[in-house]
Antibody, heavy 122, light 106 residues
Framework: EVQLSESGGGLEQPGGSLRLSCAASGFTFSSFAMNWVRQAPGKGLEWVSSISATGGDTYYADSVQGRFTISRDNSQNSLYLQMNNLRAEDSAVYYC???????????????WGHGTVVTISS | IQMTQSPSSLPASVGDRVTITCRASQSISSYLNWFQQKPGKAPNLLIYAASTLEGGVPSRFSGSGSGTDFTLTISSLQPEDFAIYYCQQSYSVPFTFGQGTKLEIK
């Protein structure tokens, strides 16, 4: 059974840093790209970042480019999101989600974690 | 790529047939996914590649479209279907979501 479990959220001041983690199990972690998606309170879903299976390719939303860094440790089946220079607008539930593929090219996110709450406030 | 859903809110009754529309700002072929989200829960994948139903999703859900215009149809609304629905393009980064459509009880 695929399981994803986020941790590391909490209350941080503007300008501060947080590191989110996502522990994965139930699949060959090193074979799949992974994503972070967030949802601000009362708002819609926002894709934040993706990382390839090997970790060699990373992608970011414009809203976090230069402040957030996605990484992974395939030996530990773990995904990370280092968030620096945090802003109030980064307050959200952060989900990790596993990439899956249809016919090798159509990608979709079937498995999601429960989310971890990040609150940025002074 | 901007994804625009309509309507933003959709009042409906149990048994109704409803359709939600998603429009992409440029062609995305069939790289379109649909999610359902209920309060306090992670999104639940319903349809991928525009029209392929994820396993375990009831057959009353269907998706269609390609290029820039897509639809999600629920053939006969059930009480558990009242939720927020999002489309998402997986054609190119950033993998943008629509703003959501809230399906409400009329």
């Amino acid at each position: 059974e695929v399981q994803l479990s986020e941790s590391g959220g909490g209350l941080e001041q503007p300008g501060g840093s947080l590191r989110l983690s996502c522990a994965a199990s139930g699949f060959t972690f090193s074979s799949f790209a992974m994503n972070w998606v967030r949802q601000a309170p009362g708002k819609g879903l926002e894709w934040v970042s993706s990382i390839s299976a090997t970790g060699g390719d990373t992608y970011y939303a414009d809203s976090v480019q230069g402040r957030f860094t996605i990484s992974r440790d395939n030996s530990q089946n773990s995904l990370y999101l280092q968030m620096n220079n945090l802003r109030a607008e980064d307050s959200a539930v952060y989900y990790c989600a596993k990439d899956d593929y249809f016919w090798g090219s159509y990608r979709y996110m079937l498995y999601w974690g429960h989310g971890t709450v990040v609150t940025i406030s002074s | 790529i901007q994804m625009t859903q309509s309507p933003s809110s959709l009042p409906a009754s149990v048994g109704d047939r409803v359709t939600i529309t998603c429009r992409a700002s440029q062609s995305i072929s069939s790289y379109l996914n649909w999610f359902q989200q209920k309060p306090g829960k992670a999104p639940n994948l319903l349809i991928y590649a525009a029209s392929t139903l994820e396993g375990g999703v009831p057959s009353r859900f269907s998706g269609s479209g390609s290029g820039t215009d897509f639809t999600l149809t629920i053939s006969s609304l059930q009480p558990e279907d009242f939720a927020i629905y999002y489309c998402q393009q997986s054609y190119s980064v950033p993998f943008t979501f629509g703003q959501g459509t809230k399906l409400e009880i009329k």
